[in-house]
């Protein structure tokens, strides 16, 4: 009998606290944050780290919240704290422009994400090859990908992937999918395309890190996590958990798990306003499929109309919005303010 050694499966867990997480901290991490998160997690052996605006390049704004610094201030301190990291940023064509992320490589980037919404990957082609050219590593997220079926998902991948994409994510913004659904997906990808399949989790129904494990089951080899899950809505799947669960079912992911550990609780923890839990409105948002970054504006319009978060994400995801579309927040809480206030006719004899 001939003995066989079986190569061990790798992932590549791809960090995104200073990216996605800025979300929890309304953007606030100051370049020093920035500089000791992205630190420890060089140190712990992560190979790509996320940083800059939570919705990405250019996104400083009135409409999605201003920052504490500028995005090249925030890659410029990553990339002065890391040794062998890769630093990488969000471009989000309507929001980000080519100018920025020139700036952004100016500051010393690596690799870019560009992230297009599902059904529409043709919007990435111009960033994508400008990016290439450049000499990026570029990685694509398909926004809210439980919106299209695999089949469907993989088109728009393929598309991506003619652009010269390296990785292709699917994303799941709503973190409205569970894991069959996640797997299907990434195995459609896997099918369809040569560049490597990519997942990135939101943890609305509690199943993050079940979907990313059975993603990479499926044919994944890029994991995007945060540490202590911080990211929109109700986070991302956890780094440090990702690391441990992934040691734990066999995999290899080239970082040290207690390295991660340390900087999430004696970094990342005292920074945190509150804990990242699954409450109501995440819960909600998952369950009706809204993209995770409508949380804080969907509270803030429950509060200012005195109608239930409940009742606009139902509203909100009846309707199919998509990122982009945040006006339409107000304009849903308004109606239904409207309709609570609405007197009933009272019937004639």
């Known amino acids: 009998m001939t003995n066989r050694t079986m190569t ?57 919240g201003f920052a504490a610094a500028t995005d090249p201030d925030y890659v410029r301190a ?18 980000a422009t080519l100018a920025e992320l020139q700036g952004a490589i100016d500051a ?23 990016a290439k050219s450049k000499g990026l590593t570029v990685m694509c997220f398909l926004m809210m990908s439980h919106k299209l079926e695999p089949e469907r998902l993989a088109e728009q991948a393929v598309k991506l992937d003619s652009y010269g994409a390296d990785v292709v994510y699917v994303v799941d913004s709503a973190g409205a999918m569970v894991p ?17 399949i990519g997942f990135h989790a939101h943890n609305n129904l509690g199943v993050g890190i079940a979907n990313a494990l059975t993603a990479a089951e499926n044919g994944a080899t890029y994991i995007d996590g945060s540490l202590r899950g911080l990211g929109a809505s109700a986070g991302n799947a956890q780094t440090e958990v990702l690391a441990a669960a992934f040691e734990r079912a066999g995999w290899q992911t080239g970082v040290d798990l207690f390295g991660l550990i340390d900087t999430a609780e004696n970094v990342v923890a005292p920074l945190m306003k509150e804990p990242q839990i699954v409450d109501e409105t995440a819960l909600v948002l998952g369950y009706a499929g809204v993209y995770s970054t409508f949380f804080h504006p969907t509270k803030r319009a429950a509060k200012k109309f005195g109608v239930p978060t409940r009742d606009i994400l139902l509203e909100l995801g009846r309707r199919g919005v998509i990122g982009g579309q945040e006006d339409m927040i107000i304009d849903v809480a308004s109606e239904l303010a409207g309709r609570a206030y609405e007197t009933p006719e009272v019937a004639t004899v």
């Open 78 to 95: 990553a990339v002065d704290a890391v040794d062998t990291a890769s630093i990488a940023a969000l471009y989000v064509p309507g929001i």
């Open 108 to 130: 010393g980037i690596s690799t870019v994400r560009v992230a297009v919404h599902c059904t529409e990957a043709d919007c990435g082609q111009q960033p994508v090859e400008w």
């Open 180 to 196: 069959d659904q996640a797997g299907a997906r990434v195995a459609a990808l896997r099918a369809a395309i040569g560049a490597d």
């Open 8 to 64: 061990p499966r790798s992932v590549t867990l791809v960090d995104t606290t200073l990216r996605d997480g800025m979300s929890s901290v309304s953007h606030q991490f100051t370049t020093s944050d920035v500089a000791a998160i992205a630190a420890g997690l060089d140190r712990a052996g992560v190979s790509t780290i996320e940083v800059a605006h939570g919705i990405g390049l250019g996104a400083s704004s009135i409409q999605y």
